[in-house]
C-alpha cells in the first residue's frame, strides 16, 4: 500500500476479501483472477486492478531473448521482455512477460493460452502480444503482435515461432528508438533485405530465450 493512503480493501477474484497493508493471499485452485485493491489517498478513492496467476508449475528467462529467424530482425533483441511461462491445467497455461528481468510479472501483464498437450508446456497456435520494453526505465513503451505465436518448452530453452507483422516493428522503433515513421521503416525494410515498397506485411519469425 502507498505509504499515504489507508488501508486497502482488496478483492481477490476467487470470492475472498480483506483489508490491510501488507496482505498475502494463496488461492486453492490454479488460475488467472481479477484482483481489484481500493484505498483513499487525500481524501480521494485510488483503485488498482489486474490479473494475477497461480500455477502448477513455470519457467521463466531472464534478458535473453535473441532473434533466430529472420535474423536480420535482431534490431529489437535488446526490446525483448523477459517470460515467465507456466501451466494452469491439462488444457490451459500462462504467459506472462516480464518487464524488469526478475522472474516477476507485473499487475495484469498475464495472458491465456491453450495448451497443445497436458504433459508438456507447449500452445497451440494464437496470437501473441508482446510488449517491447525500455530496458533501462523498466518500463514497458509498446507492443507488437506475433500472429499464429506458438510457445514451445525444451531443452533448456522457450522459443515463441509465429508471423510477426513488419509495420509493428516499424512502429516499435518509432515509439521507442526516436524514429521518424520513414527512417524505421527504410531500416526494417533493408535490415530484412527488402526496400520500402517491397516490404511485406508479415515474415516468418522465431525468439529463442535461455531458461534461469
Same mark, same amino acid.
Given at each position: ?24 493471499? *494463496?488461492?486453492?485452485?490454479?488460475? $488467472? ?9 487525500? /481524501?480521494?478513492? *485510488?483503485? !488498482? ?6 500455477? +502448477?508449475?513455470? #519457467? @521463466?528467462? /531472464? =534478458? ?12 529489437? %533483441? @535488446? ?5 515467465? !511461462?507456466?501451466? $494452469?491445467?491439462? &488444457? ?14 507485473? !499487475?495484469?501483464?498475464?495472458?491465456? *493460452? ?6 508438456? !508446456? ?7 502480444? #508482446?510488449? $517491447? ?9 509498446? &507492443? ?7 510457445? +514451445?518448452?525444451?531443452? /533448456? @530453452?522457450? &522459443?515463441?515461432?509465429? %508471423? ?5 516493428? #516499424? ?7 526516436? =524514429?521518424?515513421? %520513414? ?11 527488402? &526496400?520500402?515498397? +517491397? ?5 516468418? =519469425?522465431? $525468439? ?5
Amino acid at each position: 500500500v502507498d505509504p499515504g493512503a489507508d488501508d486497502a480493501q482488496v478483492d481477490w477474484g476467487d470470492g475472498n476479501t480483506e483489508s490491510g497493508r501488507r496482505l498475502r493471499h *494463496v488461492y486453492e485452485e490454479p488460475g $488467472i483472477y481479477a484482483i481489484v485493491a481500493t484505498t483513499m489517498r487525500d /481524501g480521494e478513492a *485510488v483503485e !488498482l486492478a489486474g490479473d494475477v496467476a497461480q500455477l +502448477t508449475t513455470e #519457467v @521463466s528467462t /531472464g =534478458f535473453t531473448g535473441g532473434t533466430e529467424e529472420p535474423a536480420a530482425a535482431a534490431l529489437i %533483441d @535488446s526490446l525483448l521482455p523477459a517470460i515467465v !511461462l507456466g501451466r $494452469i491445467d491439462e &488444457t490451459r497455461l500462462a504467459v506472462g512477460f516480464d518487464v524488469a528481468g526478475q522472474g516477476l510479472v507485473a !499487475l495484469g501483464g498475464w495472458q491465456l *493460452v491453450t495448451a497443445a498437450s497436458p504433459d508438456t !508446456l507447449v500452445s497451440v497456435p494464437q496470437d501473441v502480444v #508482446v510488449p $517491447i520494453v525500455n530496458r533501462a526505465t523498466r518500463e514497458a513503451i509498446t &507492443t507488437l503482435t506475433v500472429s499464429e505465436g506458438v510457445f +514451445t518448452v525444451e531443452e /533448456g @530453452s522457450l &522459443t515463441v515461432t509465429g %508471423d510477426l507483422p513488419t509495420e509493428e516493428v #516499424v512502429n516499435a522503433l518509432v515509439q521507442i528508438g526516436g =524514429f521518424e515513421p %520513414d527512417g524505421a521503416r527504410r531500416l526494417v525494410a533493408s535490415t530484412l533485405g527488402f &526496400t520500402p515498397d +517491397t516490404l511485406p506485411e508479415e515474415v516468418p =519469425f522465431r $525468439i529463442r530465450w535461455q531458461l534461469n
